[in-house]
């Protein structure tokens, strides 16, 4: 964030102001992130009010509050009526402030999977160019969008925003807010149908991102995706790109893909500035569409052929997002564990598959599914079936099924299903003194099956 003064935040947020004058560089809504130059905006949620910790951030060093109702404290408050629509009114002043006075090109995308790749593969791209602020961790909802921007200063060129929603309504109200230059959708898959209701309600709310751009933005779509209708009417008046690994005639098309003994694949990407060979460092041939997706986006903004194959090839993998690691031991653990939809666990299947050697599959459950949990556990579970891994385990309820279906073991006890994992590979590497053994583990955020990951990592 830039320095500011309170009272310059006043006039943004139309707050009242108590207390003196003071000058802020920073933003929280955590009273564990604070320093001495922080402004603590105390949110209000369905179990939390942040007006509860003030105190604690007053002890922690903030230099002022942000509040809906006057406190008895020593330190300066901004008082508004709403202090969440207060915190997005800020994010979407400084980065209006960041494009008007230092030209910042922003790119916004969503999408049922893969966002967080394509985020971190558009960065990559771009960070050849110049410097980026990209969306950390989770931070892609309507508190966490307002806060990446707030992190935004004058020395970015570029922001790469990943949107995120669970209901009807956030990705329109976090598209207002960051005003995208290139707007995306990855995909669309059946992920957060509680939310949603259906995948028509999913379309709808992936649709809002291109309902907030500009009518001078530019669109990039996935001709792979279902419910592309959906999303026409809203593209009448923007620049459309398209790409695909399946039509030839997609702006940005993948040919020639080859994976290695590693899953990794490389490819010949075909785009509108011409052709070049890529070879990616990320797992999975659905890694392909998402380089193809972050071709897509960058170039939009300028990016050349050279720049798109630097940053494509040199992009780290995220901590529970397809991670591959080789242990000591020589056992090769794939960790996904950060989130699962049905469409992430059959890219995740492909990975474990393309590998040599035995084979684990380890799944909690996917949640968010709503009525159609059952049906979607069981399409997974039929999908793993074709694979004949050599031993597959769940964790939860609504897995059982997939367990069922593959002559897997289920457990209600985590704990339980790491001691018989441990068990079967003690057996698979007292049998061989070069084994090749991997292990996929994946699941919700709910699940936690980085337990499985952590336990393998520090089993001697």
Not at 152 to 169: F, Q
Not at 331 to 338: A, K, N, P, S, W
Not at 351 to 366: A, E, N, P, Q, T
């Amino acid at each position: 964030m830039i320095k500011v003064q309170l009272s310059h935040l006043q006039s943004v947020l139309n707050a009242e102001l108590i207390g003196m004058d003071t000058e802020i560089a920073a933003v929280s809504t955590d009273t564990r992130t604070i320093d001495n130059n922080t402004l603590f905006i105390a949110l209000i949620g369905e179990r939390f009010d942040g007006h509860d910790f003030c105190q604690n951030a007053i002890e922690n060093g903030a230099k002022a509050l942000l509040v809906s109702k006057p406190l008895a404290v020593d330190i300066p408050q901004l008082v508004v009526a709403d202090t969440h629509q207060a915190l997005g009114q800020l994010g979407a002043w400084l980065k209006a402030k960041m494009t008007a006075e230092h030209g910042l090109k922003t790119l916004a995308l969503t999408g049922s999977c893969g966002k967080t790749t394509v985020k971190e593969m558009a960065a990559a791209i771009l960070a050849t160019k110049g410097q980026v602020l990209a969306t950390a961790g989770n931070f892609n909802n309507d508190i966490g969008v307002p806060l990446t921007l707030l992190r935004l200063t004058a020395t970015d060129d570029y922001a790469v925003i990943e949107l995120g929603a669970n209901h009807l309504g956030e990705i329109a109200y976090t598209t207002a807010l960051v005003k995208p230059d290139v707007a995306l959708i990855n995909n669309l898959a059946a992920a957060h149908l509680e939310g949603f209701g259906s995948l028509d309600g999913v379309a709808k709310a992936k649709g809002e991102i291109f309902e907030g751009l500009a009518a001078q933005g530019q669109a990039v779509i996935n001709l792979d995706s279902n419910q592309l209708a959906t999303w026409q009417p809203l593209l009448a008046q923007h620049t459309v790109s398209h790409f695909s690994t399946t039509q030839q005639n997609a702006d940005y098309f993948a040919a020639d893909i080859k994976v290695n003994a590693q899953g990794l694949a490389c490819f010949t990407m075909q785009t509108p500035m011409g052709a070049i060979d890529i070879s990616l460092t990320l797992a999975g041939t659905h890694n392909v569409s998402n380089a193809l997706a972050a071709a897509a986006l960058t170039m939009a903004l300028g990016a050349t052929l050279a720049e798109v194959k630097q940053g494509l090839e040199h992009v780290v993998n995220v901590k529970g997002r397809l991670a591959i690691t080789m242990l000591p031991s020589g056992l090769r653990l794939i960790d996904d564990t950060y989130n699962a939809s049905v469409a992430s666990v059959k890219a995740a299947i492909d990975v474990l598959h393309s590998l040599s050697g035995k084979r684990y599959f380890i799944l909690g459950d996917m949640a968010e599914l709503g009525e159609e949990s059952g049906s979607l556990h069981r399409e997974v579970g039929e999908y793993a079936r074709d694979k004949q891994f050599d031993g597959v385990m769940t964790f939860g309820r609504a897995s059982a099924v997939v367990s069922e279906l593959n002559n897997g073991l289920h457990f209600s006890d985590k704990t339980a299903l790491i001691d018989e994992l441990k068990q079967q590979l003690h057996q698979q590497f007292s049998q061989s003194n070069t084994p090749q053994v991997t292990v996929l583990a994946k699941g919700a955020r709910s699940s936690r099956m980085e337990d499985v990951i952590i336990a393998l990592q520090e089993d001697k």
